[in-house]
């Protein structure tokens, strides 16, 4: 666990070797924010805070903002370009070079069956491969089992713009107790029916029969990532906002 | 040197002798450039102007060298070019003024006319039909009398009908204007169709495009002061000045249609022959 | 060269789905702006306007010039917008692009060519010396609407400016500092304000006020009016796209109106409460003789 008192750190600062986990068989694995300076110094690169993990020995910083910076396994909406011979042109943030999403890469997907996706179509898909200086690629299927997994093409719906902070906390495993985000938990329990698809590139992307819902949601999404709000206040956020709707 | 508008009230005439619905001499003519896909030449009293058009062709090297002052409106999508761009260049000639004024290339009036003939076209034109090309206008302006956007809409329009570029309607537009400047309250002020140069200096006027026959108007722009009171009247007075416009406009295609068709002389063809000929 | 994405597929069909089912995607009513917010500086003349996410620096500055040959009983009044990489990646430096020139050219429409400001009252020595009056705006963030914020900015500026007292006395000019003469403000003759609409629909039926940036990435058609409080409309323009009604360009004046006084109630309010501000221990405190020190 993280240590009690979360602790910050600035870009250059220096880590106390006490925070670092250590574990007897895995090797020490660096997250986002973090860079290994051969022999043995690392130094944070962003401003935020310092978290470890003991138990899989590995650490990272967590921070709010910037650019999303693609990593493998992460799973991000993207937004289809253009098509070329065997990829599809993925864009995942505005104003950076674009991902690429072979056109196999799709549950049962062949040379003579594959999506056709217009430009500007959805997709929701994993990270495959980042690199420094290369573009990133994509997928929608695993490739250990052959299945979609809740990847793929999203149809209808809309995609609503969210911090990377609060995208992160969304995908967390327990987005309750450790993200301290329940707002969508919340209006589902008040009989909304709706689905998501959240982005590890700051989107999410709510979809339901009807508008009033997927705008709501949009709504109590963008408010408690504004407004940074705590688990109460988003209590207090889902009802006023169905009151509001009826 | 101001306008004497006193004269306005007793004999109800405006200082060029017309009525307060009277447009000025309209005449038109297109294909007159033989080289072009499309061409027209207009006047509007004394404004006149000239347009040529090439395109849809696959568009030039992009122009982001030159950067926006070419002065290229990007009318309709833009990015992966779904649809045709259109790209409007006015050249207004030294010698089309009064006083010999040099038009500095990057007069943001001008780009302005330029975004706006752009994108009042890409709302009437077809330009689904054509990706990945640009339809290129270029307009020049040999005389100035008032009313030179107005001139300007009806010059291109008329030269998109004649390089056949498939349109829903014509695009005409005209002037209106007010006969008492804004400061003045008073309720008897009449609109006025077509202003000329001087009536446009010196009263409240706005420029009025619609689409085809119908009330729909696709470019208002009025740059004086003016009460909103006033604004109903000259819009009213503006959209009828516009149909009487359209009709000058389509009676200038059929008849050269018909001639064409006379003289046999339709090695274009393109769009000609559907055209209903009575 | 990486450039703006445009919003999806799901985003425009889903947006205009809810237009048309009457629901705008923050929940606002379709004439509603999104808050308004002012602040002016501890200088005089500037003035931060934010509707929303959209937020607008502008300030005012005024030198000493030699005016124009061709006007020489009047003063300089310049308006400078230019679009930062600040406000968003897809504007550069230096390159202006059609929006930058649009916007100008209809702040220039609007508040000078209407003649707010008095720009005969700047004359300080006929054909020699005159006052040159410059706004600069900033775009600091951009999330739509960028003409109705940046006009507010410029007029909310200006009214807030005061520039430098000064004399002729035998045709020399003394230009006297704050401490010696408290500034006078400018010679104002009305407020305008721009009011945006956006069209959405085939036949541009739907309009909108105050549109966000991906609404504005979606309509067919937009149309600024600018108004002041007595009723004068200081320009139009609808410059293109989809053709809307005649009769519902009409309406959408007359809202244009109402939009148009609440904004020169809701200026003249804040300008009063910071003139109160300023004045604090009033005309006594100025004259104490001793200090704190």
Request: proline residues 3%; charged residues 15%.
């Given at each position: 666990m993280a240590t009690a008192q979360p602790l910050y750190v600035l870009p250059g600062d220096t880590i106390d070797p006490s925070l670092i986990p250590t574990h007897k068989k895995l090797p020490l694995r660096l997250g986002p924010g973090l860079r290994h300076i051969p022999p043995s110094a690392i130094v944070p690169t962003v401003a935020g805070q310092l978290v470890a993990d003991h138990k899989k020995n590995s650490m990272w910083v967590e921070y709010n903002g910037g650019r999303y910076i693609p990593a493998p396994n992460d799973l991000v909406i993207g937004q289809i370009q253009r098509s070329a011979a065997d990829f599809y042109f993925m864009n995942l943030t505005p104003f950076t070079s674009n991902a690429t999403l072979p056109q196999l890469a799709f549950e049962g997907a062949t040379k003579k069956n594959r999506p056709q996706l217009a430009s500007g179509a959805l997709v929701y898909a994993r990270v495959v491969l980042a690199n420094r200086h290369m573009d990133p690629e994509l997928e929608c299927v695993s490739s250990s089992t052959g299945k979609a997994e809740g990847l793929g093409p999203l149809t209808g719906g809309m995609a609503f713009d969210v911090s990377l902070g609060l995208a992160r906390r969304l995908l967390m495993a327990r987005s309750r107790e450790e993200g301290k985000v329940e707002i969508l938990e919340l209006l589902g329990a008040e009989g909304l029916a709706f689905e998501t698809a959240v982005g590890r590139n700051g989107k999410v992307w709510v979809g339901s029969d009807s508008a009033k819902t997927i705008i709501l949601v949009g709504r109590a999404l963008r408010e408690t990532d504004d407004g940074k709000l705590d688990v109460d206040q988003q209590k207090k956020l889902a009802k006023r906002l169905i009151r509001e709707m009826k | 040197m101001p306008l004497d508008t006193s004269a306005y009230s007793l004999a109800l005439l405006r200082v060029d002798g017309r009525r307060w619905n009277e447009l000025r001499r309209m005449h038109a003519q297109i294909r007159t450039q033989a080289a072009a896909d499309g061409s027209s030449y207009l006047e509007m009293g004394h404004t006149k102007v000239m347009c040529v058009v090439t395109g849809p062709s696959e568009p030039g090297p992009r122009r982001s060298a030159v950067g926006a002052s070419g002065g290229t409106g990007v009318g309709g999508g833009s990015g992966e070019?779904?649809?045709?761009e259109v790209a409007v260049s006015i050249v207004i000639a030294g010698f089309s003024s009064v006083d010999r004024k040099r038009t500095a290339r990057g007069d943001k009036r001008i780009l302005e006319m330029q975004s706006t003939i752009s994108n009042a076209l890409a709302g009437s034109l077809h330009t689904h039909l054509y990706p990945h090309s640009a339809i290129n206008i270029s307009l020049h302006v040999?005389?100035?009398?008032?009313?030179?956007?107005?001139?300007?809409?009806?010059?291109?329009?008329?030269?998109?009908?004649?390089?056949?570029?498939?349109?829903?309607?014509?695009?005409?537009?005209?002037?209106?204007?007010?006969?008492?400047?804004?400061?003045?309250?008073?309720?008897?002020?009449?609109?006025?169709?077509?202003?000329?140069?001087?009536?446009?200096?010196?009263?409240p006027g706005l420029t009025v495009a619609t689409l085809g026959e119908s009330d729909r108007v696709a470019v208002l722009v009025c740059e004086s002061r003016v009460q909103v009171s006033r604004l109903e009247g000259m819009l009213a007075v503006a959209v009828d000045g516009c149909k009487q416009v359209r009709e000058i406009l389509d009676r200038v295609v059929r008849d050269k249609g018909r001639r064409m068709v006379q003289e046999g002389t339709i090695e274009k063809g393109v769009g000609v022959n559907d055209m209903e000929i009575d | 060269m990486p450039r703006e994405i445009e919003p999806s597929l799901n985003e425009k069909q889903f947006v205009l789905q809810a237009l048309q089912e009457k629901f705008r995607l923050d929940g606002r009513q379709f004439d509603q702006y999104r808050p308004l917010e002012l602040t002016f500086g501890d200088q005089y003349g500037v003035a931060d306007v934010a509707f929303g996410k959209t937020k607008i620096l502008a300030k005012a500055s005024a030198e000493v010039t030699v005016p124009y040959a061709d006007r020489p009983l009047d003063g300089v009044f310049a308006i400078a917008t230019e679009l930062s990489p600040m406000a968003s990646p897809a504007f550069e430096v230096n390159r202006p692009t059609e929006t930058e020139v649009l916007l100008s050219r209809l702040l220039e429409k609007t508040v000078r060519r209407s003649g707010a400001l008095d720009t005969e009252s700047l004359c300080l020595v006929a054909g020699q010396k005159c006052w040159s009056i410059r706004v600069d705006v900033h775009v600091l963030s951009h999330d739509g609407n960028l003409i109705d914020t940046a006009c507010f900015a410029v007029v909310a500026a200006l009214r807030h400016f005061r520039k430098p007292d000064t004399s002729v006395e035998g045709g020399i000019l003394t230009v006297y500092t704050p401490a010696e003469r408290e500034p006078v403000p400018l010679s104002w003759l009305h407020s305008p304000f721009c009011v945006t609409w956006s069209f959405y629909g085939d036949r541009g039926e739907i309009a909108v006020l105050d549109a966000t940036w991906t609404e504005e990435q979606i309509r067919v058609a937009s149309c600024t009016i600018s108004l002041n409080r007595h009723g004068e409309i200081c320009q139009i323009s609808k410059l293109g796209g989809t053709p809307v009604e005649a009769v519902a360009l009409l309406q959408c004046t007359s809202i244009a109106l109402t939009k148009a006084k609440d904004f020169s109630v809701f200026l003249d309010k804040k300008l009063a409460e910071d003139t109160k501000k300023r004045n604090i221990g009033g005309f006594m405190a100025e004259l104490r003789s001793e200090n704190d020190r």
């Open positions: - | 070019a779904a649809q045709a040999l005389s100035q009398d008032g009313s030179l956007l107005a001139a300007l809409i009806n010059a291109a329009t008329l030269a998109c009908v004649d390089a056949g570029i498939p349109m829903t309607d014509y695009v005409a537009a005209c002037t209106a204007g007010s006969t008492s400047t804004y400061a003045a309250g008073d309720e008897a002020a009449d609109p006025l169709l077509d202003l000329n140069q001087q009536e446009e200096q010196e009263l | -």
